[in-house]
Structures are given as C-alpha cells and as structure tokens.
C-alpha cells in the first residue's frame, strides 16, 4: 500500500516564503511521476507542479517564476519550495503519487497567505 504524507504548511504574510514536503513510502518512488496540486476555498483542486521521474518539471502559469518543484529520490520526498507567496495562493495542498497502481494523495497540508 502506498503512503503519502505532506507537511510543511502553514499562515505565512504575503512576499513570505514556505517549503512543503512530501514522503512516500511502499512504492518505488524513484519511477514516479509526482506533482502537487491545491484546492482553493470553494473552487477545485488544480494542478501547481509537476516532475517527472526524470526530473523534467512543469508548472501553472499562476507559480512560475515563483515556486520550485524538487525530488530526493534517496529520500523518497517530493519537495515545493514557495516564495514571493500571494493571497491567492491561499489553499490546501496535495501531494500526488503517480504509481504503476494509479494515483496515491496525501492528505493535504493548508497553506494560508494572508495580505
């Protein structure tokens, strides 16, 4: 089974910087596909980040130039670093697993940015 846990959220002021994390354990993290995702209040979950197994990276327009998706395969962890964090970025945030069994989530970690 696999498991996939975030951390790192959290309120920070607008122009402030975090770093989400992300551990996955029961699967060979290392041939996944991971992304980040978020759910702003009251609007669906959209994807933020993508990286390959590879480490080819992809972005919504919305980050780039702002956000910074990362992987240590040694560690099993995904990471986005945050800066230059805006009220809009307000949301919960997923961290997403793409196994050979489907798609792993985690439980999501709130990020609250406040102006």
């Known amino acids: 089974q696999v498991h996939v846990v975030e951390s790192g959220g959290g309120l920070v002021q607008a122009g402030g910087s975090l770093r989400l994390s992300c551990v996955v354990s029961?699967?060979?993290?290392?041939?996944?596909?991971m992304g980040w995702y978020r759910q702003p209040p009251g609007k669906q979950r959209e994807v933020v980040a993508l990286?390959?197994?590879?480490?080819?990276?992809n972005y919504a327009d919305s980050v780039k130039g702002r956000f910074t998706i990362s992987r240590d395969n040694a560690k099993n962890t995904v990471y986005l670093q945050m800066n230059s964090l805006k009220p809009e970025d307000t949301a919960v945030y997923y961290c997403?697993?793409?196994?050979?069994?489907?798609?792993?989530w985690g439980q999501g970690t709130q990020v609250t940015v406040s102006s």
């Open positions: 997403n697993s793409k196994t050979p069994f489907g798609d792993a």
């Open positions: 029961g699967s060979l993290f290392r041939l996944n596909a």
């Open positions: 990286i390959s197994s590879s480490g080819s990276t």
